[in-house]
């Protein structure tokens, strides 16, 4: 295993929740319809939680002495403007997914940093979590269909 340096995984993984669908998401809100009120709720509180883990994350890379690096949205995100929800929370799991993937190999890379690590693993079960609320937003969207 080649040498780590925590302070760039720890920065990498707020990144990667600073920068997620969902976040994008609270700031360019998708095209909502009529009774989509639970779904709004669970896109609000996935984006709540990713910004409290950007917080916890940055603020472990400032007591390190180190600068956060904010990152940006990927550019493929400004063509959801305006799509709705529906068509959304397909890229929002698909997302998701890929996130969980980043943060366990995150995770795998921070073995020698415990706690680091410890706000990885965190991190991991509350994407697991949010991934979990999409797919019963799916489930539940299918059923009415």
Request: aromatic share 6%; charged share 25%; proline share 2%.
């Amino acid at each position: 295993m080649t040498e780590v340096d925590t302070m760039d995984v720890l920065n990498r993984l707020a990144v990667l929740h600073h920068r997620s669908l969902a976040t994008y998401m609270s700031y360019a809100q998708p095209a909502w319809k009529r009774g989509e009120e639970r779904a709004k709720t669970t896109l609000a509180l996935i984006a709540a939680d990713e910004h409290a883990t950007v917080d916890r994350l940055f603020e472990m890379i400032a007591e390190a002495g180190r600068s956060a690096y904010h990152g940006t949205f990927p550019m493929e995100y400004t063509a959801f403007h305006d799509l709705s929800f529906d068509f959304l929370l397909g890229k929002l799991i698909e997302n998701q997914n890929d996130k969980i993937l980043q943060i366990e190999e995150a995770i795998e890379q921070l073995a020698l940093a415990p706690i680091a690590k410890l706000a990885a693993e965190e991190a991991l079960g509350a994407a697991k979590g949010h991934l979990q609320s999409l797919e019963e937003l799916q489930q539940a969207d299918l059923a009415s269909s």
